[in-house]
């Protein structure tokens, strides 16, 4: 039995929650969002908890993920997802103008990013005397899939650099740098 999957969903106030037989459609502050049931999955109302429980043990591989993703729906129109981005390097900025961001980044040409219209993103500048030359990147909305996947192509932009670390990395990302090259003698 999914463990994950028999946990309850509180529904905190203000989050409206309608249920149909393929999706469970929630509205709060901060947005709407349509989460896809499969269809031996079913969620049930019941002393303001969602249930999720499952047809039959064939279906007990989407028991837990349907859950996660309801919980994940309700929790985002909520309170919100965020997702925090570093840029460490000498030279190497960002800031935001309208509806783009801007990435100087080292290369011969700056880097464009449109914000998507469901997306919060906003720049600041981290005054740490051991970390000077850094900046944060704050990316924010009520879709964690969404949100996760536009922090992910900000750092493919500039992945960070093996040996002296400089790129763009996620705020929680331990870098681990390889050492340098070893002196040699000559022969």
């Known amino acids: ?48 908890m969602l249930h999720v429980e499952r047809a039959g043990d064939e279906w007990a591989a989407l028991h837990g993920l349907t859950r996660a993703l309801v919980a994940n729906a309700v929790k985002g129109v909520s309170e919100g997802f965020t997702r925090e981005l570093c840029i460490v ?37 981290l005054n740490r005397p051991i970390d000077q030359y850094q900046m944060s990147v704050l990316i924010s909305g009520c879709d964690k899939q969404r949100v996760g996947q536009v922090a992910a192509d900000l750092r493919g932009l500039r992945r960070p650099d093996a040996y002296k670390g400089k790129g763009i990395r996620f705020a929680e990302e331990q870098v681990r740098l390889k050492p340098g090259k070893a002196g040699t003698k000559g022969g």
Do not use: C, W
Not at 7 to 36: C, F, N, T, Y
Not at 90 to 118: C, M, Q, R, W
């Open 1 to 48: 039995m999914s463990r994950i999957g028999k946990k309850p969903i509180p529904i905190p106030k203000g989050v409206e929650v309608k249920i149909s037989a393929d999706a469970v459609e929630v509205k709060g502050p901060k947005g709407v969002l349509r989460s896809p049931v499969p269809s031996g999955i079913t969620v049930k109302m019941e002393d303001g």
């Open 89 to 125: 390097g000498v030279g190497y900025k960002a800031e935001v103008k309208g509806n783009v961001v801007h990435f100087t980044l080292g290369y011969s040409h700056p880097i464009e990013f449109p914000i998507p219209p469901d997306l919060q993103v906003k720049v600041e500048r």
